[in-house]
T-cell receptor
Framework: EAQVTQNPRYLITVTGKKLTVTCSQN?????MSWYRQDPGLGLRQIYYSMNVEVTDKGDVPEGYKVSRKEKRNFPLILESPSPNQTSLYFCASSLHRVTGELFFGEGSRLTVL | AQKVTQAQTEISVVEKEDVTLDCVYE???????LFWYKQPPSGELVFLIR??????QNEISGRYSWNFQKSTSSFNFTITASQVVDSAVYFCALSEVNRDDKIIFGKGTRLHILP
């Protein structure tokens, strides 16, 4: 089954404790992206990757890091989480950045205390 | 700059009514793609439709239809004879061919279908 898998789905952590949200897709998609969803703000892009070893900032990259060492994986790293990073996070992938529809993971709800 | 505006934050209609969700976009590019996604209460995001800037034909899929008008930079989504299962947040999105690699989403419209 074609899918994007994120883990963990739910996480409560404390300020400053590094965490990683994993994302994996099994569709051989080149494009992958991370979004955060906040009430009233819609979906905002954090980072994206056009291919292996190619990553770039989206609209709200501060406080986040990503890597793309393999085509299927695109982890999101919060080196020192802060309460303003409490949000619902979605990973997505697409065959082509411009023309392809995005396939989304189920979302990861993160709470930073 | 890219921009996608969904002016309707929240809409409530009674079941079986028709409802239109508006999407207005801004772009300097001549080649671009527009998308609609649905986010039901369960939270997942599901692709509904893609339209490229050279194809202004309206699209109909069952009770769903989309009206793309380049003259007004709009890509509106209509649900005919709405059902409770249509209750969701709907997002419009834009991607451009010749600009940067971002995909821009509107802030979404929350649709409530009342039984």
């Amino acid at each position: 089954e074609a899918q994007v898998t994120q883990n963990p789905r739910y996480l409560i952590t404390v300020t400053g404790k590094k965490l990683t949200v994993t994302c994996s897709q099994n569709m051989n998609h080149e494009y992958m992206s991370w979004y955060r969803q906040d009430p009233g703000l819609g979906l905002r892009q954090i980072y994206y990757s056009m291919n292996v070893e190619v990553t770039d900032k989206g609209d709200v990259p501060e406080g986040y890091k990503v890597s793309r060492k393999e085509k299927r994986n695109f982890p999101l790293i919060l080196e020192s989480p802060s309460p303003n990073q409490t949000s619902l996070y979605f990973c997505a992938s697409s065959l082509h950045r411009v023309t392809g529809e995005l396939f989304f993971g189920e979302g990861s709800r993160l709470t930073v205390l | 700059a890219q921009k996608v505006t969904q002016a309707q934050t929240e809409i409530s209609v009674v079941e079986k009514e028709d409802v239109t969700l508006d999407c207005v976009y801004e772009t300097r590019d001549t080649t671009y793609y527009l998308f609609w996604y649905k986010q039901p209460p369960s939270g997942e995001l599901v692709f509904l439709i893609r339209r490229n800037s050279f194809d202004e034909q309206n699209e109909i899929s069952g009770r769903y239809s989309w009206n793309f008008q380049k003259s007004t930079s709009s890509f509106n989504f209509t649900i005919t004879a709405s059902q409770v299962v249509d209750s969701a947040v709907y997002f419009c999105a834009l991607s451009e061919v010749n600009r940067d690699d971002k995909i821009i989403f509107g802030k979404g419209t929350r649709l409530h279908i009342l039984p």
